[in-house]
């Protein structure tokens, strides 16, 4: 039976490494596997008002691509991507049509502004951006509780992807 596992959290926490990573255990327990990154499927400009996030976009796309991958034989889908409420994870279960485990990267703030300088060191705007956004974001799903286990974002990558594998075994 397919399944899912959304790797979530902050802006600066690795959600794409980690979902990288996981995709990379997988093809070496020979399990067929595809990797979404949500941040692809909702990048268009302008975004509609009142959807500064394009989350219908994000959707419409997402239901296109994951049909496309269990299709061509993929029995895990792997994303990355941010879901700031419970309905958002519902939908995203609806969409993709299996089921889908929630695992949420949890890095000190501290260090994700380090990552995020790093990442935005020729891009003061978006740092800035990313900055405020990552404490702003950490709150947000604190309160929302979306996932349904976390691991440290801190330990070495295939750990990291290794630990979110074994929280989601299905």
């Not at 093809?27 to 499927?41: R, T």
């Not at 502004?113 to 935005?120: I, S, T, V």
């Not at 978006?126 to 404490?135: C, F, I, Q």
């Given at each position: 039976?397919?399944a899912a596992?959304?790797?979530t959290?902050t802006?600066?926490?690795g959600?794409?490494?980690?979902?990288?990573?996981?995709?990379?255990v997988?093809?070496?327990?020979?399990?067929?596997?595809?990797?979404?990154?949500?941040?692809?499927?909702r990048?268009?400009?302008?975004?509609?008002?009142?959807?500064?996030?394009?989350?219908?976009?994000?959707?419409?796309?997402?239901?296109?691509?994951?049909?496309?991958?269990?299709?061509a034989?993929?029995?895990r889908?792997?994303?990355a991507?941010?879901?700031?409420?419970?309905?958002?994870?519902?939908?995203?279960?609806?969409?993709?049509?299996?089921?889908?485990?929630?695992c949420?990267i949890?890095?000190?703030?501290?260090e994700?502004?380090?990552?995020?300088?790093?990442?935005?060191?020729?891009?003061?705007q978006?740092?800035?951006?990313?900055?405020?956004?990552?404490?702003e974001l950490?709150?947000?799903?604190?309160?929302?509780?979306?996932e349904?286990?976390?691991?440290?974002?801190?330990?070495?990558?295939?750990?990291?992807?290794?630990?979110?594998?074994?929280?989601?075994?299905v």
């Open positions: 039976m397919a596992l959304l790797i959290g802006v600066g926490v959600k794409t490494s980690v979902a990288d990573a996981v995709g990379d997988l093809a070496g327990e020979g399990i067929p596997y595809a990797v979404i990154d949500l941040d692809w499927l990048r268009a400009w302008p975004a509609p008002p009142g959807d500064p996030f394009n989350s219908a976009l994000t959707m419409r796309n997402l239901r296109a691509v994951a049909a496309n991958f269990l299709d034989g993929a029995e889908l792997v994303l991507g941010v879901i700031e409420h419970r309905d958002e994870r519902a939908r995203h279960e609806e969409v993709l049509g299996v089921p889908l485990t929630v949420r949890r890095v000190p703030l501290a994700t502004h380090r990552r995020l300088r790093g990442r935005h060191v020729h891009d003061p978006g740092l800035d951006w990313h900055l405020d956004r990552a404490g950490a709150d947000i799903l604190d309160a929302a509780k979306v349904d286990f976390t691991v440290d974002g801190t330990k070495a990558l295939k750990q990291v992807a290794e630990e979110a594998i074994k929280g989601w075994r």
